[in-house]
C-alpha cells in the first residue's frame, strides 16, 4: 500500500497571503490528523477529521481550517499568513476505528517571509 | 507543567552502547506512541504501547500505566538510530479522537 503523501513538500509564501496544503492517507484509512512542529512549541495538534468530520481541534486561532473529502483525502488552509505560521505541517493516517495507530507522511514545510 | 515529558532532552552514545529514554505522562492515556524523527522531518512511528511491553529488532519499549511512565531502549546503538525519538500520548479524554500530545523529544547521536 502507498503511504501517506502530503503535497507540496516545500513551500514560500508571503504574510498576508493564504495557504492550502493537501494530505492523501493510506488507501481504507478515514481518519485524517494534521500537526504543526515548530523549532519553539515542537509538535502541536491541529485538528482531526473522520469520514469528512472534524472530530476534535487544537487551540489553534480560526485561521487554521480544515477539510475532508469523501475519498478521506484531507486539505488544510490557513489564511492571512504570519511569520510565525513558518513551519513543518505533518499530515497522519489511521484506521480511525478500533486502533490508534497513525502513520504520518513526509510533511510539507512552509516557509512565511 | 507539560503533560508529557521525556528525558534526557540530548543524549550522546558510542556506537554499541544501550540507550534509554524516559517519559513522563500526567494524565489518563489510551495509547502511547514513540516516534522517531529524523533530518528532513519525516516521522516514523516505533511503537504504539497501551500496556506492558513491545520488541522489534533492537528496539524496546515498556509502559506502566500506574507509574504513568513509558521507556524506549536500544541495545548495541548504532550511527543509524541518530535521530529525535518523541514520546506522544493519546488522553483517555479523547474519546473516539485521535489527538496526539508530544513530547519535547529526545536528540540521540550514536557515535562511531
Known amino acids: 500500500k502507498a503511504g501517506v503523501t502530503q503535497t507540496p513538500r516545500y513551500l514560500i509564501k508571503t504574510r498576508g497571503q493564504q495557504v492550502t496544503l493537501s494530505c492523501s492517507p493510506i488507501?481504507?484509512?478515514?481518519?485524517v490528523s494534521w500537526y504543526q512542529q515548530t523549532p519553539g512549541q515542537g509538535l502541536q495538534f491541529l485538528f482531526e477529521?473522520?469520514?469528512?468530520?472534524?472530530?476534535n481541534k487544537g487551540n489553534f486561532p480560526g485561521r487554521f481550517s480544515g477539510r475532508q473529502f469523501s475519498n478521506s483525502r484531507s486539505e488544510m488552509n490557513v489564511s492571512t499568513l504570519e511569520l510565525g505560521d513558518s513551519a513543518l505541517y505533518l499530515c497522519?493516517?489511521?484506521?480511525?476505528?478500533?486502533?490508534?495507530?497513525?502513520?504520518f507522511g513526509p510533511g510539507t514545510r512552509l516557509t512565511v517571509t | 507543567k507539560n503533560e508529557v515529558e521525556q528525558s534526557p532532552q540530548n543524549l550522546t552514545a558510542q556506537e554499541g552502547e544501550f540507550i534509554t529514554i524516559n517519559c513522563s505522562y500526567s494524565?489518563?492515556?489510551?495509547?502511547l506512541h514513540w516516534l522517531q524523527q529524523h533530518p528532513g522531518g519525516g516521522i516514523v512511528s516505533l511503537f504504539m504501547?497501551?500496556?506492558g511491553k513491545k520488541k522489534h529488532g533492537r528496539l524496546i519499549a515498556t509502559i506502566n500505566i500506574q507509574e504513568k511512565h513509558s521507556s524506549l531502549h536500544i541495545t548495541a546503538s548504532h550511527p543509524r538510530d541518530s535521530a529525535v525519538y518523541i514520546c506522544?500520548?493519546?488522553?483517555?479524554?479523547?474519546?473516539?479522537?485521535?489527538?496526539?500530545?508530544f513530547g519535547s523529544g529526545t536528540q540521540l547521536t550514536v557515535l562511531p
Open positions: 477529521y473522520f469520514s469528512e468530520t472534524q472530530r
Open positions: 506522544a500520548v493519546i488522553g483517555a479524554l479523547s474519546g473516539s479522537a485521535r489527538q496526539l500530545t
Open positions: 488507501s481504507g484509512h478515514r481518519s
Open positions: 504501547l497501551s500496556s
Open positions: 494524565v489518563g492515556i489510551s495509547a
Open positions: 497522519a493516517s489511521s484506521l480511525g476505528q478500533s486502533t490508534y495507530e497513525q502513520y
